[in-house]
T-cell receptor
C-alpha cells in the first residue's frame, strides 16, 4: 500500500537558521507532491506544489525538492522565524487522490 | 482565505447517537472532501463529492455517509456514533480532482467531535 513517512519528532531550530523537513514515500510514483502548513486548531493551508519533472521549486523563503529516484521530497525554510512554527504536511498524489503524511512539527525559537 | 465554514466546531455526544457535520463553501468549487485527522495518522479521506448528488468512498468510509444536495453544502453523517469515531473532521474543497492540474485543496478549520 502507499506509504508516506515524515519525521514524527518535532524539529527545533533557532531563528535565522534553515529548517529542512523530509518526506519519504514508498510503493508508488506520484506525478506531483504538495506541501501544506497546519497551525494548532486550524485546517491545513497549501504552500507549494512540485511536479515529478521538476527538481526544485521556490517561493520566497521556501524551497522544495523532489527526487523521484530516492522517492523523497525535502522542504526547506531559509532564515526561519518564530512565525514559521507549525506542522508541515506533505501530500504526494496517490491514485487520483492526495495521500497526506502525518506531518512534522517545526519549532523556531528566538 | 477560501470561504469554507464547518459546523459545529465542537461537539460532544454519546455512543449510538446520530451526528451530522456540515460543510458550507462560497467558492463554487466542484469537488468537496471529508477527512478525519487522528494522532499518528495523516489526514484520511472518508468520502468525497464530484458534483451535486455525486459522491464516492474514500479509504475510511465505514460508518459514515454523505450527501450533497447543493453545490455549496456537503454533509457528513455518522448514523450511530462509536468511540472510534472520536476525531477532528476536516472539510476541503478544490476546483479539480487530484490527478488533474494539481489544484490545491482548501480546508475548513475542522470540527472536533468527541463520542463518549
Amino acid at each position: 500500500s502507499q506509504k508516506i513517512e515524515q519525521n514524527s519528532e518535532a524539529l527545533n531550530i533557532q531563528e535565522g537558521k534553515t529548517a529542512t523537513l523530509t518526506c519519504n514515500y514508498t510503493n508508488y510514483s506520484p506525478a506531483y507532491l504538495q506541501w501544506y502548513r497546519q497551525d494548532p486548531g486550524r485546517g491545513p493551508v497549501f504552500l507549494l506544489l512540485i511536479r515529478e519533472n521538476e527538481k526544485e521549486k521556490r517561493k520566497e523563503r521556501l524551497k522544495v525538492t523532489f527526487d523521484t529516484t530516492l522517492k523523497q521530497s525535502l522542504f526547506h525554510i531559509t532564515a526561519s522565524q518564530p512565525a514559521d512554527s507549525a506542522t508541515y504536511l506533505c501530500a504526494p498524489l496517490g491514485f487520483q487522490k492526495l495521500v497526506f503524511g502525518t506531518g512534522t512539527r517545526l519549532l523556531v525559537s528566538p | 482565505d477560501a470561504g469554507i465554514t464547518q459546523s459545529p466546531r465542537h461537539k460532544v455526544t454519546e455512543t449510538g447517537t446520530p451526528v451530522t457535520l456540515r460543510c458550507h463553501q462560497t467558492e463554487n468549487h466542484r469537488y468537496m472532501y471529508w477527512y478525519r485527522q487522528d494522532p499518528g495518522h495523516g489526514l484520511r479521506l472518508i468520502h468525497y463529492s464530484y458534483g451535486v448528488k455525486d459522491t464516492d468512498k474514500g479509504e475510511v468510509s465505514d460508518g459514515y455517509s454523505v450527501s450533497r444536495s447543493k453545490t455549496e453544502d456537503f454533509l457528513l453523517t455518522l448514523e450511530s456514533a462509536t468511540s472510534s469515531q472520536t476525531s477532528v473532521y476536516f472539510c476541503a474543497i478544490s476546483e479539480s480532482m487530484a490527478g488533474g492540474r494539481g489544484q490545491p485543496q482548501h480546508f475548513g478549520d475542522g470540527t472536533r467531535l468527541s463520542i463518549l
